[in-house]
Structures are given as C-alpha cells and as structure tokens.
C-alpha cells in the first residue's frame, strides 16, 4: 500500500509523528518536496529529532528512506542530521537514498532570500531565510547546480564559477561582499565526502517496491496553504506542496497511491506574515501558544495560533482527496471551557468560499463559528476513543461533519504511543 501524509493548514500540524507511528509498518518512506525550511518533531526511544531533510521514518530499522529528486538540499544541515542520527545509533548504510538530481541550497541563495526580503520592507513575505525560494528560482531558471554536478569537481567549479559571476553583482549592488570561489568549492567537496556512501538513483528503488506492492509512506512537508499555486500567495513556499507533487517529486504516478492521509491539528497556527481568518490575539490565542509549545521547528519563531478553520480543511480534503484526517494536539485544548469551530467565511453580509479570493481577500473575510463545549477531563495519553470525554468525542464529530472526511488518527501527546487509531 502506498500511503501520502499531507500537511492540511499552515504547516507545523504534526506530520512528524504520524509519519514516524505509521513507518512502524512500512517498508519505504520518502520524502519528495521542499528543503529544509520544514521541520518534523520526531519523540522516540532513540530521543527527541528535529528532522528537515532525511524522512522521519528513519527510525524503523527495517525501513529504507528516501530523499527523492523534489527535494532541495542545504548540505550542512543534511551532514548535521546524518551525523546526530548516527550517534544516536541509527544504521544509516544500505538504507538512506539521495537522488543524484536534487538541487542545492549555495551560500549565495540564503544572502539572496535575507537581502530580498529586506529590501521589500514592510511588504516582505516572512520567508525562513533558508534560500528555499532563490533556489528553486534558479531550478526552474536553468540556473541550478544538483548532486550529480558535484559528483564531478570539474563540472562543479565551472557551474559554481558561472553563477557567483551572476550572483555576486546581485550581492554587491544590495550593499554585501561578493562570496568566494574557493572558499564554496572546498566547503562543498567536504560535503560531499560526508553524504556520497548514500547518493543513488532512487526511481529503480521505488518503481521494484511499486511492482512489488511494499508499503510506501510519502512523507509531505509544509502544508496545503503554503503551497505556491494554491496556497495564500505570496506568503506561500516554492513547491508544491498539494498530492499532484508526488509524481514531479519522485516518479510516482498517482494512480498508484492508494491512501491520502491529511494532517490537522484540532486548532490553526502560522508562522510569518499572511492572512489568518481564525487568528487569536487574546488570552485563549496566547493559551494555545503557552500549551502547543508552538514555536517554529526550523526557526523558533512564535506561531500565530487561532480556532480549527473547517473551510480550510474542506478545501485542503477536495483538492487533495483526503481518504482520511488525522487529528493532532486534541489535549492542548483540555480545560477549555468554550471551543469555536470556523464553519464558514462572511464578507460583506455575504458567505464567500477560500477559493473566491486571493490573500488579500482572505485577509478581509470574517469566520462564522460554532461554539462547543469544553472539557475537563485530562485526554493526553489516551489511546482508546471510549476513554474520551463525551465533549472531547462530540468535538471531534463536529470536525469530521464540517469538513466532510473520516477521522482515522487522533493524538493525545507528544510520544509515538500517545495515539488513538480509529
């Protein structure tokens, strides 16, 4: 069985741990999109891992991960995440895949994602400052430099000439010094040294464990809102973020997922600028925060937090097809005596939907909600539904009513165990 997780807000739902629960029985994880502006929390035996690059599903030792050819890397933060999981005793040989045709995240794209958003003020976007967005500009501009040229020292130093010719004039007339040839080329050939024993060409891989029917899990980053044709654009990210990226990402065709699994947490959070409908800027809003431990994985940034938005998830369900949601982070909401559901958008006295509008619309609708009662009973580290309180239960089939999608996970806490499976 081939399995999607799909991030269905803001990011920052809680993917990590449903990645990592349902790897217990995969056979493949893969990741297939985006850089390392993503961060997965990962809670197991082995510790606590922030993960940005390798898939969370390293920590099933029988399972083979993957970084498919969608995936963008920073090559020292890939050397720090190979290097901790090894010393936490992970056995990475014969079970971690870099596709050759990965691009690369140089030093000249994040002074590039730091200098543009500086120079648009007020206006900037909120980016991670990782060079995500330079990077893929330069993928899609023929600009790119991936794996494979690395692979070759000749290649490598003539494409990176090439572009610190371009880069560095761009660099210089926004007021920094020009980057050095040298200094890049030796970096980089250490890089190499450290992530070349897993460099390979994954299609054959995955195409075998295809045929063969080996439980795949696609492991997505982001979420479905910050995705670059479909998301609150500009305050999106670079890829594409929505299930129709697996096939671009790593050579899946779609007609062989069988599961699409969407990831929300029983409340919204953003990082940056960007509308948010539901957005809290009171004691509830900063409650959430206090009790989410909601700062970001990638940059610690505090999370914008705010009630469960159900047309977002309605639409994130339709565009996706969401064979079931997974519901994350239900005892952050434990002692609550009131919770809202936003059920739908007004705009001037009328109900408008998500896709009527750009951001700037978004920015100006207002929610309608449904008011819930709370509960007092403690849910963390429940596993079993019937031990749920009556309120916490009516909560949660309020969200699979208003958003028209089965409930099949529910997390009650931050370790792999604290899990209910509907």
């Avoid at 963008?72 to 990475?92: N, P, Q, Y």
């Avoid at 070759?152 to 494409?159: A, C, G, L, M, N």
């Avoid at 989410?292 to 309605?314: K, M, N, Q, S």
């Avoid at 006295?349 to 309608?368: E, H, I, S």
Wanted: aromatic letters at 10%; charged letters at 25%.
């Amino acid at each position: 069985m081939t399995t999607l997780v799909v991030g269905s807000q803001w990011g920052d739902e809680g993917k990590g741990k449903i990645v990592d629960y349902l790897s217990c029985k995969s056979d493949f994880v893969i990741r297939f999109h985006g850089g390392n502006n993503a961060g997965h929390t990962v809670i197991n035996k082995y510790g606590k891992f922030p993960m940005h690059l390798i898939p969370c599903g390293i920590f099933n030792p029988k399972i083979k991960a993957i970084i498919a050819n969608g995936v963008i890397l920073d090559l020292e933060v890939l050397k720090s995440e190979i290097e901790a999981l090894e010393k936490a005793g992970i056995t990475l040989k014969n079970r971690l895949y870099i596709s050759p045709r990965c691009h690369l995240i140089m030093p000249y794209h994040k002074i590039l994602d730091r200098l543009y958003e500086e120079a648009k003020g007020k206006a900037k976007t909120g980016t991670t400052g990782r060079g995500i967005g330079p990077t893929y500009s330069d993928k899609v501009s023929y600009n790119g430099i991936r794996i494979t040229d690395l692979l070759d020292s000749k290649v490598f130093r003539e494409k990176l000439r090439i572009q610190l010719s371009i880069k560095n004039r761009i660099i210089s007339a926004l007021g920094e010094k020009p980057l050095s040839e040298k200094l890049i080329f030796e970096k980089f050939l250490i890089y190499r040294k450290k992530i070349n024993p897993f460099i390979k060409e994954p299609y054959p891989i995955i195409e075998n464990a295809l045929k063969d029917r080996k439980n795949i899990l696609l492991e997505g980053a982001h979420g479905v809102f910050l995705d670059n044709d479909w998301g609150t654009y500009p305050f999106v990210t670079a890829s594409t973020v929505l299930t129709g990226g697996v096939t671009a990402g790593a050579g899946i065709p779609a007609k062989s997922i069988d599961s699409i699994v969407g990831v929300v947490k029983t409340y919204t959070t953003r990082v940056g600028a960007g509308p948010f409908p539901t957005e809290l800027l009171d004691k509830d809003g900063e409650k959430l925060r206090e009790r989410g431990v909601e700062f970001g994985t990638t940059t610690g940034r505090p999370r914008r937090c705010g009630w469960f938005d159900a047309e977002l998830i309605r639409f994130a369900s339709r565009i996706n097809g969401y064979t079931g949601i997974a519901v994350t982070k239900l005892d952050v909401l434990d002692g609550f005596k009131k919770i809202k559901i936003c059920t739908s958008y007004s705009l001037s006295g009328k109900k408008v939907r998500y896709f009527d509008g750009d951001a700037k619309f978004l920015a100006n609708v207002a929610p309608v909600y449904k008011t819930l009662r709370g509960w007092s009973k403690p849910t963390k580290g429940i596993k079993n539904y019937s031990d749920l309180p009556k309120e916490a239960k009516d909560y949660l089939k309020e969200i699979e009513k208003q958003v028209n999608t089965k409930i099949q996970f529910v997390s009650t806490g931050n370790n792999r165990n604290e899990i209910i499976k509907l």
